[in-house]
């Protein structure tokens, strides 16, 4: 891997997720679940040898890869300079199975030779607890056991034990194949399975991807953002993680490096809606199933929970790990979980909205999903216009943030639209009456009428990037010109060149050194939004030249070179991509 890019790719199947570098080596994943032990973490720099999974090609001159096409199946091939090449296919299973998915965790790569003679060499290096110890192995005639704790993995092959226990060249003179997942026993031959798994799971995702409702334009890319953020959703939860990664800083040598593996409630209602708007209702039904299943009684949420249901994420430092390309320290567990984000109410009840409108669901919403969603618009009622870290998780102060509040009014608003929906006259009138409220105080304390634009918190003189989102939540038209006035003033203040920071001022870890990738989608689409499209169709070209050679999108750019920062793959960028695509294509009627 390029030690200066996070040129990688995702393989996943709502169980299991797996970063491959561009020659197909396996360096980030995490067992058992997406938050767990990071058996393979050669991306985070281990002090001892191994955390990867490498198919090396003797001589190696130069790689090419790419998704076969509207699907998570990762194809690499890799050239020497004699003119003998390997082609590697990688996937994680995924199948309708006996009425449910077929999904394990496992990660099965088919290897044949392309051209010529290639010799090969094959490591399999996983690690435990976070890279600080090698896990104990057994072999037996076809496979190799690791011990890794609370997992046992099991590798089935039809390459020789011995070529592969002790890592020894070998020409590779026909296809060969290796499954690695739980300690069990195949009950066909590893080839025949690896062949139909590699058929049955290219089926399903280019069955998934047909029933997307896609714009007309950058399909590719929209497709592409679509499957990575499925593969964000743990399905045993329906949690919905904020990216696959911990600990790659937002900027060179900065102390801004958080382990993203857990579900931020927010971030998980933006993926839920962005995949709303193509069609992909089913995560939206995952995704509420989990919120169900951590809300209380009282409605009080927590910023962010674990994958499995855990709401105490104890943040430490890991020694073992020296970091992404050297730069520690690398965390685990993240403290934002204690802090107050009071739009995380919001959130939910916006990602829960469509339940009672759409009429494809199997099961929608009805009076009794209302009256579990209540309380947390009794919340919101409660924390409009208190204190809080907001969205950007402040760690040194609290302010009354205009996002906060205005999230606060959408759960009321939103209750309100739900109660007209199921006829509860009574609710709809003490949920309105309260929006409304809600509605004219953040107007009086969140406009500034002097500088002519809203600001990031009450009476406060601030612009953040989050204002850029009050039209689209619906909060104000986006032909107001105070929305329009405060569109221009962020693109003034907040943008460099073609990216935008999230904010400017100072906070509790200094400037900010790159910009937010979402925030940088949220200012194409509020571009368009009040009128001036054919400026954010240029900038929302120019934003997608930045993707990686795979189509994606970390959380952070630099601002001079573009640099990929921030963790990987980032559910935030794709959703952003997403929402600005959608708004700025031409309609499918152009096509005709």
Same mark, same amino acid.
């Given at each position: 891997?390029?030690?200066?890019? #996070? ?8 169980? *299991? ?11 980030? @994943? ?45 194809r690499?091939? #890799?050239?020497? @300079?004699r @003119? ?46 976070y ?37 020894l ?5 026909s ?58 959703q ?20 900065t ?15 933006? %993926? ?17 199933r ?21 709401t ?34 919001g959130? %939910? ?14 099961n ?39 996002y ?15 109660? %007209?929906?199921?006829? #509860? ?28 634009? *809203? ?20 909060? %104000? ?22 990216? #935008? ?29 009040? @009128? ?22 970390s ?38």
């Open positions: 891997m390029s030690e200066a890019t #996070l040129d990688l790719g995702l393989v996943g199947n709502g169980s *299991f997720a797996a970063l491959l570098d561009k020659r197909g080596r396996v360096v980030w @994943g995490c067992l058992p679940a997406f938050d767990g032990d990071p058996t393979f973490c050669a991306l985070l720099s281990p002090k001892r040898e191994g955390g990867d999974y490498a198919i090396e090609l003797e001589d190696f001159a130069e790689s090419e890869q790419h998704y076969l096409p509207n699907t998570a199946v990762l690499t091939i #890799l050239r020497d @300079g @003119g003998n090449a390997v082609e590697i296919t990688d996937f994680a299973p995924r199948w309708h199975r006996h009425g449910r998915f077929y999904r394990p965790v496992m990660l099965v790569r088919r290897v044949r030779p392309l051209l010529g003679h290639p010799r090969i060499r094959i490591r399999l290096r996983p690690l435990a607890d890279g600080a110890s090698q896990p104990e192995t057994t072999w037996g005639s076809n496979h190799i056991r690791y011990l890794v704790p609370g997992f046992t993995l099991r590798l089935t092959s039809d390459v020789p034990v011995r070529l592969l226990r002790d890592e060249p070998f020409a590779l003179d296809e060969l194949h290796l499954v690695l997942g739980p300690d069990e026993t195949l009950t066909q031959s590893v080839s025949a399975f690896a062949r139909s798994a590699e058929e049955l799971t290219i089926a399903y995702w280019r069955n998934w991807v047909r029933y997307l409702s896609i714009p007309l334009e950058w399909q590719e890319a929209v497709i592409r953002s679509a499957i990575t953020l499925k593969l964000c743990y399905e045993d939860t329906g949690a919905i993680v904020a990216a696959m990664t911990t600990s790659i800083p937002e900027a060179p040598h102390p801004r490096n958080w382990d993203y593996r857990y579900c931020w409630l927010r971030d998980a209602a933006f %993926v839920v809606r962005a995949l709303n708007r193509l069609g992909a209702t089913r995560t939206m039904e995952d995704y509420l989990y919120v169900f299943n951590i809300a209380t009684s009282d409605g009080v949420l927590q910023p962010l929970y674990g994958i499995g249901f855990e105490q994420l104890a943040e430490e430092e890991v020694d073992s790990l020296a970091g992404y390309r050297g730069m520690g320290p690398v965390r685990r567990g993240n403290l934002a979980w204690v802090q107050k984000q009071h739009d995380v109410y959130s %939910v009840v916006l990602a829960s909205a469509q339940l009672f409108f759409d009429r494809r669901l199997e929608p919403g009805d009076l009794s999903t209302f009256q579990r969603l209540e309380p947390l618009g009794e919340r919101a009622l409660a924390l409009h216009d208190q204190p809080d870290a907001g969205l950007w998780e402040f760690r040194g102060r609290a302010h009354v943030h205009t906060s509040s205005v999230m606060c009014w959408a759960a009321c608003d939103r209750l309100a639209k739900i109660a %007209v929906q199921l006829g #509860l006259d009574e609710r709809a009138k003490y949920w309105r009456g309260h929006a409304d409220d809600i509605h004219e105080r953040i107007v009086a304390h969140a406009y500034d009428a002097e500088r002519g634009h *809203f600001v990031e918190s009450l009476d406060g003189h601030r612009l953040d990037a989050s204002l850029l989102l009050l039209a689209d939540i619906g909060f %104000v038209k986006p032909d107001d010109p105070r929305f329009v006035a405060t569109v221009e003033a962020i693109g003034e203040q907040l943008k460099r060149g073609d990216a #935008l920071f999230r904010y400017i001022a100072p906070d509790d870890f200094g400037d900010p050194e790159t910009s937010f990738t979402i925030c940088t989608f949220w200012y194409i689409d509020a571009l368009a939004a009040i @009128g001036r499209k054919d400026e954010a169709r240029r900038m929302f070209e120019r934003l997608l030249s930045r993707r990686n050679h795979l189509g994606l999108l959380e952070d750019l630099a601002f001079d070179d573009g640099e990929a920062w921030g963790n990987f793959p980032q559910t935030y960028s794709h959703v952003g991509l997403i929402i600005a695509a959608m708004r700025l294509s031409r309609p499918w009627q152009d096509a005709a």
